[in-house]
C-alpha cells in the first residue's frame, strides 16, 4: 500500500462541513482510496472509498484530485457523534490487506 | 455490509497464561483479519487468515505466539499466548467486503497484569 499522510488533528464546528484532506502521492493505478473512522472505544467503521471518481453516500463525500495524489473526505453537517479517528488508506486489492496510518482526530465542537 | 461480534468484549488476565478470542460473522466471507491495537497507537495487522488455509502473519507476529484458527467461512480465533503486560492491546477480527471494504468487531480489550 502507498503511504498516506494525513494531519494529526483537527476541529470543526457543529453543522459545518468537515473536510480532511490525505496526501498519497506515490498512489500506484490500481490502488483505491479507503477511508474509515473510529470513535472511541469502537472498532472502525468504513465510511468510503473510489478510484478516480469522486463518490458520495449516506455518510460523506470522497473528492479525489485529478492526478489522485491526494483526497479530501467531506463530512456535510458535522454533529458531535463526528468525533472520531479518520484513516485515509490507499489499498492496493491485489495485495488483500490494510495498512492503517495514525489517521487524523477529528473533534466536532459546539 | 457485514455483522461482526467478538468474545469476550473485555478482559484481565495474569502474566504466563493464554487467552482465546472468538470472532464471528453473519455471512459467510473469505478473508478474515486480525488486528492488534495498542493504547493510543493506530491499528497493526496480525495477520490473514483464509478458511482452509494456515494464516499469514506480518512481520513481527509469530504463530506459535499468536496461533489463529479458521475452523468455517463464518468464524476465527486468535489466541494470546504465554502473555506479558507488553500484550495489554484491543485485538479486532474484521472481514472482506464486496468492494474490499473491510467491517471490523467491536474489539476485545485485554489487559495483562
Known amino acids: 500500500d502507498a503511504k498516506t499522510t494525513q494531519p494529526t488533528s483537527m476541529d470543526c464546528a457543529e453543522g459545518r462541513a468537515a473536510n480532511l484532506p490525505c496526501n498519497h502521492s506515490t498512489i500506484s493505478g490500481n490502488e483505491y482510496v479507503y477511508w474509515y473512522r473510529q470513535i472511541h472505544s469502537q472498532g472502525p467503521q468504513y465510511i468510503i472509498h473510489g478510484l478516480k471518481n469522486n463518490e458520495t453516500n449516506e455518510m460523506a463525500s470522497l473528492i479525489i484530485t485529478e492526478d489522485r495524489k491526494s483526497s479530501t473526505l467531506i463530512l456535510p453537517h458535522a454533529t458531535l457523534r463526528d468525533t472520531a479517528v479518520y484513516y485515509c488508506?490507499?489499498?492496493?486489492?491485489?495485495?488483500?490487506?490494510?495498512?492503517f496510518g495514525d489517521g487524523t482526530t477529528l473533534t466536532v465542537k459546539p | 455490509s457485514a455483522v461482526i461480534s467478538q468474545k469476550p468484549s473485555r478482559d484481565i488476565c495474569q502474566r504466563g497464561t493464554s487467552l482465546t478470542i472468538q470472532c464471528q460473522v453473519d455471512s459467510q466471507v473469505t478473508m478474515m483479519f486480525w488486528y492488534r491495537q495498542q493504547p493510543g497507537q493506530s491499528l497493526t495487522l496480525i495477520a490473514t487468515a483464509n478458511q482452509g488455509s494456515e494464516a499469514t502473519y506480518e512481520s513481527g507476529f509469530v504463530i506459535d505466539k499468536f496461533p489463529i484458527s479458521r475452523p468455517n467461512l463464518t468464524f476465527s480465533t486468535l489466541t494470546v499466548s504465554n502473555m506479558s503486560p507488553e500484550d495489554s492491546s484491543i485485538y479486532l477480527c474484521?472481514?472482506?467486503?464486496?468492494?474490499?471494504?473491510?467491517?471490523f468487531g467491536p474489539g476485545t480489550r485485554l489487559t495483562v497484569t
Open positions: 488508506i490507499a489499498y492496493n486489492t491485489n495485495a488483500g490487506k490494510s495498512t
Open positions: 474484521s472481514v472482506s467486503g464486496q468492494g474490499y471494504e473491510q467491517y
